[in-house]
């Protein structure tokens, strides 16, 4: 019996690979939707079938209310049946209330839990997170992750949402940073302009979300009017980016497009975003949400696939004829009085006493 072809993967170092499209769990979390409730057992039914066809590598973090155990409910699963376990990548994010006592016993105990809660005993990959980079102590905090790499508790050392700056400042600081996960679409072209430079000078890869911005980037939303209310808070997060950027009729136009190059390739519009990120030299996965079986299909889809370069350079063509969001990676929404901060929740009870 021949076997289904698998997802490619990609190294991020020698001895380390992950599939291009990696599974992403922040839709899975407490509070992310506003109204559909989530069919927990349906969400595990479709992360198992993705780790059959090679999406084996999950996307969580300590701050995604429940979605580490989760996780290590399927990882306990798995190995009691003797199945092929799943690469497991999470965050450090101490809060924003705490940036300015953050002491090795509390990093320690942040990564103890996760370790506890996912039933592993190393994280494949730990993405460090800074609120604030006016408060001082961000370089000895990832230092504190390199200790606990030499323990044997980490593999990887990582970064999400840093902007080249302070991204820079970590890699002259000797850490051993090999990814930085960043919001990088169509709709938000902001690694290109500063952050990419730095992965190519220094080897750091990119694992980005945000291709399909929360599923805006899909047929259902062609010729749609502008929502006034959303089920979640993805596409609350990525109306804002919208509207910083081609806004709603640029928008269609460009869905109309995407629909245009992709149904010729027996490709959706999803799969046609997420290839266009793909296409950027220094991307090395993308990262997309799955909350249940329906989206499977999606991700298997963009098997063996890549975006023809001649698709790439008309998708390109045309984002040349607008604004992409302000600045560089995740400024925005660190900026006081910003409309994408305030939708951030920057204080998520991370205490180590939590379960």
Known sequence: ???????????????????????????????????????????SRAFNRLIDMGFDTFDCADIYTGVEDFFGGIIRERRKAGLRLPQIHTKFVPDLNDLA???????????????????????????FHWWDYSVPGMVDVAGELVRLQEKGLIRLISTTNFN????????????????NQCQYSVLDRRPAMRLERLCRETGVKLLCYGTI??????????????????????????????????????????????????DPLGLSIANVSTLWTLSRPEVA??????????????????????????????????????PTVDGDCFDLERLDGSKHRAIMRMNLVNSVDGK
Request: negative net charge; charged residues 25%; without cysteine.
């Open 1 to 43: 019996m021949t076997q289904a072809p698998l997802m490619d993967r990609i190294h991020i170092t020698e001895d380390y690979d992950v599939p291009r499209v990696i599974n992403g769990g922040w839709q899975l979390s407490a509070g992310h939707a506003l109204e559909r409730p989530l069919d927990l057992a349906d969400a």
């Open 101 to 127: 006592n953050v002491t090795p016993a509390y990093v320690e105990n942040i990564i103890t839990r996760s370790l506890r809660r996912l039933g592993v005993e190393r994280l494949d990959a730990v993405q």
């Open 164 to 179: 080249a700056v302070e991204l820079r400042k970590l890699i002259d600081a000797g850490i051993p940073v090999a990814t």
């Open 213 to 262: 911005a929360g599923g805006f980037m899909s047929e259902k939303w062609l010729g749609a009017p502008k929502p006034d209310h959303f089920e979640n808070r993805s596409l609350v997060k990525y109306a804002l980016v919208i509207e910083d950027s081609l806004r709603w009729e640029g928008f269609q136009a460009l869905l109309a497009l995407m629909k245009e190059i992709g």
């Open 285 to 322: 996965a993308a990262i997309i949400g799955t909350r249940s079986s329906r989206h499977v299909d999606g991700n298997a889809a963009l098997i063996g696939r890549t975006l023809p370069p001649e698709a790439v350079a008309r998708i390109d063509a045309f984002l040349a004829g607008f």
